[in-house]
């Protein structure tokens, strides 16, 4: 008899509310979440100014760098003590390291203490994702949690569409500290809900011993391989800050998996991936999540450099992959409560995301506007649901006294597969475009003798730096020496065609990734994910019968 044969029937929410008292933690939940998505877009958007102001130009990548890397290390170990001491202790210290984060961002003087401060920020955001999905998990029964857990996209979605118009205009009226000290009255309004209204679950049989060993190896090897794969964005795969550091942390990792099979109270209990549920959702996220993330992040700069959008103006064209993402991940929720199922809702969704990268690599300077809005809006509607049914299916089933240990876990190879997913299709599209600039040069018109002269040597870095101005005909002239710019100035609008076209056949490559990785991760759940009804089917080690009661503080 299978782990996934032998099914246990409940339709129970393990902490027992009135549903007034639900819905003002679902708002407050869902109001940590966005103080912390809404964080990242608005800092995207205030970094030039912050980095000019503390002439930190060097080390700006660490900006981000720092809080992936705190916030991603830090999810697994938060939700682990969660099933522990419970939710709401962990998730208020979450919302509390945030906002001292915050406030120590805006009173930075130089940028070393802005990186620090960023640091602080992420440990205290990699509570509030995994204990937030955890949360509903406690207080909905399956069947009802798809009605809500969609939200959780949506809230993404709108941070997005926001966060950058918020982010310009606080930098561009009260400055760019405000930013981060717009979070503390929000944040204190979860923080009073929060402990207000949650009550504390802790199974009555909770053990209380805490796996150091484990969480020492997983930070360790989380933390070279995350920062590999970030470096792999600007240098080889050959390099010892590259390969080097991703070989170190899978080292460590193997370590890290022989100790949590010998761990009393493991920090990732490895018996969660004897659930087939479980497995295949956290590969199928990683999976979906290493392809979409390069749409987020190449098509704001392809509007950019072909057409000559601004980077906010560049953040609302996207706005249609937004929009998809939002309906589907709220209407795949909705489904799987009405319907109680979900494998396979979430097979065609990624068989649609692949689709919609696949329109995607035909994105050229001349395909109509509103065309590429049809294809994003084809692959928003594929992404969607990723985001609220693999949740949904994981809680589904997990014991519950290991829910916050297997959204957490959810969560970190959502994180992780961003990153290999951008470090991988960064190769692909730097590769590409080096390839692609002679012939499209000469495509355009360029001579021969210019656009070799003007491709050889070139490198992906120097490309990069050429396409981040606004005005890439005059960059490419005060680069020419000047003996030759009477020769090179007529050909200017040609070159300027050529790079366009070589920049866009590069863009469109990227997607190629996603295609793979996202029919990948369909086949794993078409062949791996059991066909299971929310609410009804729990797998083996579940608990059956009357769950433990909540723990009043």
């Not at 679950?201 to 020492?216: N, S």
């Amino acid at each position: 008899m299978t782990a996934d044969s032998t099914p246990t029937f409940h339709d129970r929410a393990p902490i027992e509310l009135p549903h007034r008292v639900r819905l003002e933690i679902l708002f407050a939940v869902l109001l940590g979440i966005f103080l912390s998505a809404l964080d990242q877009t608005i800092v995207g958007t205030a970094l030039p100014q912050i980095v000019s102001d503390l002439e930190g130009n060097d080390v700006y990548v660490w900006a981000f760098t720092a809080y992936l890397l705190t916030a991603t290390v830090s999810g697994p170990l938060y939700g682990k003590l969660s099933d522990i001491f419970g939710r709401r202790p962990l998730f208020l210290i979450g919302v509390s390291i945030f906002l001292v984060g915050s406030l120590l961002c805006g009173l930075s003087q130089e940028m070393w203490q802005f990186v620090a401060f960023r640091g602080i920020q992420g440990l205290g955001a990699g509570a509030l994702f995994p204990i937030a999905i955890a949360i509903i998990g406690d207080i909905f029964a399956p069947s009802e949690r798809g009605k809500y857990q969609g939200f959780f996209g949506a809230v993404f979605g709108l941070s997005s569409l926001i966060g950058p118009a918020i982010g310009g205009l606080i930098t561009d009226t009260v400055g760019w500290h405000w930013i981060f000290y717009v979070n503390l009255p929000i944040g204190l309004v979860v923080l009073y809900v929060i402990w207000r209204t949650l009550p504390t679950r802790r199974a009555e049989d909770a053990d209380r011993h805490i796996d150091y060993l484990g969480a020492a190896l997983l930070v360790g090897a989380l933390v070279p391989i995350l920062i590999g794969f970030t470096n792999a964005q600007f240098g080889e795969w050959t390099d010892p800050d590259v390969g080097g550091l991703i070989l170190a942390g899978l080292a460590i990792g193997a370590v890290f998996v022989w100790a949590e099979s010998r761990a009393h109270e493991p920090i990732v209990p490895l018996g969660l991936f004897r659930l087939r549920t479980f497995t295949a959702s956290v590969i199928g996220m990683f999976l979906a999540t290493m392809g979409f993330f390069a749409a987020i992040v190449f098509l704001p700069r392809w509007y950019q450099v072909v057409a000559g959008s601004s980077a906010t103006e560049s953040g609302y064209q996207i706005l249609p992959l937004l929009g998809g993402l939002i309906v589907s991940a709220v209407g795949a929720g909705q489904i799987v409560s009405r319907t109680g199922r979900y494998k396979a809702l979430i097979a065609v969704s990624l068989v649609v995301l692949a689709l919609g990268l696949f329109l995607l690599t035909n994105i050229r300077p001349d395909t109509p506007g509103p065309l590429v809005w049809l294809w994003m809006g084809i692959t928003g509607l594929g992404v969607g649901p990723v985001f609220s049914v693999f949740t949904l299916a994981v809680q589904n089933a997990v014991p519950v006294r290991q829910l916050g240990t297997a959204s957490s876990s959810l969560t970190l190879f959502q994180q992780v597969g961003g990153t290999v997913g951008l470090a991988i299709t960064g190769t692909v599209f730097a590769s590409t475009l080096l390839e692609e600039v002679p012939d499209q040069l000469t495509a355009a018109g360029v001579p021969p003798q210019f656009a070799d002269a003007f491709s050889s040597g070139g490198d992906a870095a120097a490309f990069n730096d050429l396409t981040s101005v606004g005005d890439l005909g005059a960059s490419i002239l005060a680069q020419v020496p000047e003996a030759f710019r009477a020769q090179v100035e007529p050909l200017i609008p040609a070159i300027v065609e050529g790079i366009h076209a070589a920049f866009s056949i590069a863009t469109g490559s990227t997607f190629l990734v996603g295609i793979i990785t996202a029919l990948l991760a369909a086949t794993v759940v078409s062949v791996l994910m059991p066909a299971g009804r929310m609410g009804h089917q729990v797998e083996s080690g579940a608990p059956s019968g009357r769950l433990p009661e909540p723990v009043a503080e």
